[in-house]
C-alpha cells in the first residue's frame, strides 16, 4: 500500500513540474526537384572565363651568393657581383588590375626575389615584372610588367560580401596549371589568426592549396571579393580553412602603393582593450575600444585622450571592438584630421585629433629613389646627420653595401643634418651619380651610387 502511493506521488510531482517544448518545423513534404531541366547542366563556365584571363601564374627566383663579405668586395671592385651559388625558386600567384600590367599578389610570394617572372593565362609569352610596392603588414604586394591589353579583374564591394555566398578560388597551385575550387563564405571579419599585422579576414571552404597564394577569391558573378592569403593546416593542404584579404582593404593598399610605393597609416598612439564583464558596469556602453595606455608626444597624448576612456565611434562611424578602431584608423593617412567620440565617467566627449604617421621619423628611401630600395632611415636625437634603420636582407641596398647602424653625414657636398635634407638631396640628384660618405663606428666610408 505504501509502495502505490509513493509511485502515484512520484507520477503526479512528476506532472507539476513537468514541461512542454514546441519545435520549429519547415513545411513537410518539400518539392524535390533538379535546379535544371533534363538537357541543361548547371554551370558557372561563363562566369568565371573573364576572371581565369586576369589570374596569372608568379614564378620567383632567389639566388644565394657565397657570403655577403665576398658578394660586396667583388661589387665595389669588379662592378659585378659573385657567379650565383645556387638558386630556389617558388611559386605563387597574381591578380591583374589594370589593363597596362599593374599586378596585386601576396607579399610573401615575392618576399626576397631576385627575379619575378608573370606567365598569363592565354599567352605564351613569360613577362619579368618590377616590384612598385609592398605592404609586410597586410602582405600585399603590387607588382607590374610591360604589357598592353590585358584582361583585368572586376571588383566587387565588401558590402556585398554575405556569409553562404557561393565563391571560387583561383589560382595556380603545386605549379600544374591554373585551377578552380568552389566553395562558400564561412565567415567574416576573421582575426587573432597570427598571419599578418592588420587582419580582417574572409574565411571560406574553398580549397586553397600552395601556390594558391595571391589568387582570387571572385563571387558567382565573377567579380573579386578578395586575394587568398593562407590556410590553416597541420599537413600543408587544405582542411577547408582558407583565409582571403577583402577587397575594400585590396583596393586601399593597392592604391597607396601605385601612387607612392608605400603604405602609410594613420598612427593615434594609444594601446586599447576590449569591454570585459568585469569592466561593462563602469561604462554605459558594452561595446567598444577602452584606452589602457596614451603613448608620450603622441596625437593622442597632445589631443587629451586619457586612459580609461572608452572610444565608440571615429568620425560617427561606430566602433564595436578594438579590431574595429584599428582599422579604421589604418584608412586615414597621416596629418588627417578625425573625430574621436568617447566615454569618460558615463559622459560623451568628441575629441578633435590630428593623426601622425604610424612609421614616425623612419623614412624607406627607395621611395625617392629607387635604386636605394631596402634602405630605412631615421633621424638621430641630439646629433646631426641620419641613421640605417634597417637594411632588408637581398635588397639593393644591401647589395650596395651599407649596414644597419651607418650614419649618414654627407652627399656630394651637401652635409645631413635630418630627414628633410637627405630627402631634399636625393630628389635634387636622382638618376646622377652621387657620393655618400658614412660614419661607421667611427671610420668614415664612402658608397658612390647612381
Not at 507520477?11 to 519545435?23: E, H, M, V, W, Y
Not at 561563363?46 to 614564378?59: D, G, P, Q, R
Not at 604589357?147 to 554575405?162: G, H, R, Y
Not at 584599428?326 to 593617412?333: D, L, R, V
Request: proline fraction near 3%.
Amino acid at each position: 500500500m505504501i509502495r502505490d502511493t509513493l509511485l502515484i506521488f512520484a507520477l503526479l510531482t512528476n506532472l507539476i513540474i513537468a514541461k512542454s517544448i514546441s519545435f520549429e518545423n519547415a513545411p513537410i513534404n518539400p518539392t524535390h526537384k533538379l535546379p535544371n531541366s533534363q538537357n541543361e547542366i548547371l554551370s558557372f563556365s561563363n562566369i568565371l572565363k573573364n576572371s581565369i584571363n586576369a589570374v596569372v601564374n608568379i614564378s620567383t627566383k632567389k639566388i644565394n651568393y657565397k657570403g655577403d663579405i665576398n658578394r660586396k668586395f667583388f661589387r665595389e671592385f669588379y662592378g659585378r657581383d659573385l657567379p650565383p651559388q645556387k638558386s630556389e625558386n617558388s611559386l605563387g600567384s597574381g591578380v591583374i588590375i589594370s589593363k597596362d600590367g599593374y599586378i596585386v599578389t601576396n607579399n610573401h610570394v615575392i618576399e626576397g626575389a631576385d627575379e619575378i617572372s608573370v606567365s598569363i593565362n592565354n599567352r605564351d609569352k613569360e613577362y619579368i615584372a618590377k616590384v612598385i610596392g609592398r605592404d609586410k603588414d597586410s602582405d600585399l604586394a603590387v607588382i607590374k610588367i610591360e604589357a598592353d591589353n590585358l584582361e583585368p579583374i572586376t571588383f566587387s564591394n565588401i558590402k556585398d560580401v554575405k556569409i553562404g555566398d557561393v565563391v571560387f578560388a583561383i589560382g595556380d597551385p603545386f605549379g600544374v596549371g591554373q585551377t578552380v575550387t568552389q566553395g562558400i563564405i564561412s565567415a567574416m571579419n576573421k582575426y587573432g589568426v597570427g598571419i599578418n599585422k592588420y587582419e580582417n579576414f574572409i574565411q571560406t571552404d574553398a580549397s586553397i592549396n600552395p601556390g594558391n597564394s595571391g589568387g582570387a577569391l571572385i563571387d558567382s558573378r565573377g567579380a573579386l571579393i578578395g586575394i587568398n592569403s593562407a590556410i590553416i593546416s597541420s599537413s600543408g593542404g587544405n582542411n577547408g580553412v582558407g583565409f582571403t584579404i577583402p577587397v575594400d582593404m585590396v583596393k586601399s593598399v593597392v592604391t597607396k602603393l601605385i601612387e607612392k610605393g608605400r603604405v602609410d597609416r594613420g598612427f593615434m598612439g594609444v594601446n586599447i582593450s576590449k569591454v570585459t564583464k568585469e569592466l561593462q558596469p563602469l561604462y554605459k556602453r558594452k561595446n567598444g575600444a577602452i584606452i589602457v595606455d596614451v603613448q608620450d608626444n603622441s596625437p593622442a597624448q597632445i589631443s587629451g585622450l586619457q586612459r580609461g576612456d572608452l572610444i565608440y565611434a571615429v568620425n560617427n562611424k561606430s566602433v564595436k571592438e578594438p579590431h574595429e578602431l584599428q582599422h579604421i584608423i589604418m584608412a586615414y593617412n597621416p596629418n588627417d584630421t578625425i573625430i574621436i567620440s568617447i566615454e569618460r565617467d558615463r559622459e560623451d566627449i568628441n575629441i578633435e585629433l590630428k593623426l601622425s604617421n604610424l612609421n614616425g621619423d623612419i623614412l624607406l628611401l627607395g621611395t625617392i629613389d629607387r635604386n636605394f630600395d631596402g634602405l630605412y632611415l631615421k633621424r638621430l636625437d641630439n646629433k646631426k646627420g641620419v641613421i640605417v634603420e634597417k637594411v632588408e636582407p637581398n635588397s639593393q641596398a644591401d647589395i650596395d653595401g651599407f649596414h644597419t647602424g651607418d650614419i649618414i653625414i654627407q652627399v656630394e657636398n651637401s652635409t645631413i643634418k635630418n630627414l628633410d635634407d637627405i630627402k631634399n638631396i636625393f630628389k635634387y640628384y636622382k638618376n646622377r651619380t652621387k657620393r655618400i660618405y658614412i660614419d661607421r663606428e667611427g671610420t668614415i666610408f664612402m658608397i658612390v651610387k647612381r
